[in-house]
């Protein structure tokens, strides 16, 4: 783990070399390719090199303590020194190795959220009114923008559906784990006879598509020209004018 970690500390060092590189800082996209990498690098590396400071520290207490010569007092202090130091390493271990985990490839982008009613008719599309304004600001608390793309709103003020996309880096780690069947027992506003109703809401939730740039090499094109046919005198028959 210790040599994976020191390549992730040198590629930290290199990023933070390049984005201060004019010709990429004026690449807009090179530039914020590289801001997110470093983002992402940034907590292994503090992590890192906190481990390796806990290490030193553990290192030197431990020379200490071989070499001995010292009074009762300032040994005790150097062992404790040590045993916090060993504690610290192992904390430390175990919060790297899930930093050091796979990320979601999807996980900087942005969000289509989509709410449906279920079971529950006029209470369930208010019960996905209020995901959808929970959504909201818990996007807007984050900083990120939110835009309603289509909305089927029912009498009462719930929604029928309604799908929205939520803008921020970061976004789609965000919501990605609230997608799935929501449910809810609750007296509804529409109830006169105080009964509990149980109400249900599926909630897709999908990283937005990223625009491809693509060249079409014109030899892998094929155009065909042929006559038209149809009205227009026999001008039409005797050109290719259709292609």
């Given at each position: ?5 020191q390549?992730v ?34 907590p ?21 303590l ?33 930093l ?9 982008k942005?969000?289509?959220i ?11 599309a ?9 959504y ?5 608390s ?21 799908s ?15 997608s ?21 809401t ?42």
């Amino acid at each position: 783990m210790i040599e994976k970690l020191q390549e992730v500390e040198n590629r930290f060092e290199e990023v933070n070399e390049l984005v201060c590189n004019p010709d990429i800082v004026s690449d807009q996209e090179k530039y914020t390719k590289l801001m997110r990498e470093l983002k992402h690098l940034t907590p292994v590396v503090e992590k890192f090199r906190e481990y390796k400071k806990a290490k030193q520290t553990e290192e030197e207490s431990r020379a200490m303590l071989d070499e001995g010569g010292m009074d009762a007092d300032f040994a005790q202090m150097v062992k404790e020194e040590f045993e916090q130091s060993r504690e610290d390493m192992e904390r430390i271990e175990e919060e790297l190795k899930v930093l050091l985990l796979p990320r979601d490839p999807n996980d900087d982008k942005n969000v289509i959220i989509e709410i449906r009613g279920g079971a529950g008719g006029e209470e369930s599309a208010l019960f996905a009114g209020v995901l959808f304004r929970m959504y909201s600001m818990y996007a807007e608390s984050k900083g990120f923008k939110t835009e309603v793309l289509n909305a089927n709103e029912t009498g009462l003020g719930g929604y029928k559906e309604i799908s929205f996309l939520v803008e921020g880096d970061g976004a789609y780690s965000r919501f990605k784990f609230e997608s799935g069947v929501h449910r809810v027992q609750r007296v509804p506003e529409t109830e006169s006879q105080g009964r509990i109703h149980t109400s249900t809401t599926t909630v897709a939730v999908l990283p937005e598509a990223e625009d491809v740039d693509f060249e079409i090499n014109p030899k892998d094109l094929q155009i065909d020209t042929f006559r038209s046919s149809g009205a227009g005198g026999q001008h039409i028959n005797k050109t290719s004018s259709a292609i």
